[in-house]
């Protein structure tokens, strides 16, 4: 199955990385980026893709300003991505030919989860590593909507607790030092000493476990790391 070419453009690096990090844990492989109106069209003449995401505040010239000269190459769905969110600016973009309109600060896995849904409307095209549902009862996981319920009810998950438990899903019953955990959800390296995944582990044994003190899912192997047991069988914890 053909994978999902993306472009993301926008001149805060920040939210670059912050995208580029959480599409590639969803298993998106091929996502260009660019800086500015001038990159992003240049892109635009030599690559063909599936789905792009671009901000109107651009240095030089604007998101709303290129949009037309892109659909002049492209088909595919546009996302304005603005911290303007008035009406008139929405339906700005919308005459200009956005498929949809995110105001910021947004929350990336929304973001993800639009991205899945205009791409099965457009193309049918969706990186075909990606699990849209994950069952262990009494957890579900919807990873189009972001949704996590617990014996049916659902439980609000920061965004990096989230993808700790996605993580976890996407690998059951397999160990993972401190170490490979921060490196694989946080997509940093890490450095030493560092709290991040003891917190975080806490605070995802908070929203999914009976008891958190004693996790019969979330499991520390002492010395070695964690796991995720669905079965919730009977192991160590601190």
């Known amino acids: 199955m053909h994978e999902p070419q993306l472009l993301i453009v926008d001149d805060e690096k920040a939210i670059l990385h912050m995208l580029t990090t959480i599409l590639k844990k969803e298993a998106f492989s091929f996502i260009d980026t660019a800086g500015t109106a001038e990159e992003a069209l240049a892109l635009c003449q030599t ?14 010239r604007s998101g709303f300003e290129i949009c037309p000269l892109i659909r002049e190459t492209t088909d595919a769905p546009i996302f304005f991505l603005t911290a303007r969110s ?9 005459a200009l030919g956005a498929d949809d309109y995110i105001t910021k600060p947004f929350n ?66 397999q160990l993972f030092s401190k170490n490979q955990l921060y490196e694989k959800v946080w997509g940093e390296e890490f450095l030493g000493e560092d709290n991040t995944v003891m917190v975080h582990i806490r605070k995802l044994r908070e929203k999914i476990e009976d008891n958190p003190s004693k996790p019969r899912h979330i499991i520390t192997v002492r010395g070695l790391g964690y796991k995720f047991v669905p079965d919730g069988g009977s192991h160590e914890h601190p």
Request: hydrophobic share 40%.
């Open 47 to 60: 690559k063909r893709y599936d789905l792009i995401l671009l901000d109107v505040m651009l240095p030089n």
């Open 86 to 94: 008035t009406d008139l600016d929405k339906l700005s973009g919308f």
């Open 108 to 173: 990336p896995l929304e973001v993800v989860a639009r991205i899945k849904a205009h791409l099965r409307r457009h193309t049918g095209k969706i990186t075909n590593t990606s699990k849209t549902f994950y069952q262990f009862e009494p957890l579900h996981v919807n990873t189009l909507s972001g949704e996590v319920t617990v014996k049916g009810r659902t439980v609000e998950l920061p965004a990096q607790v989230y993808q700790l438990l996605l993580f976890f899903c996407k690998h059951p019953n």
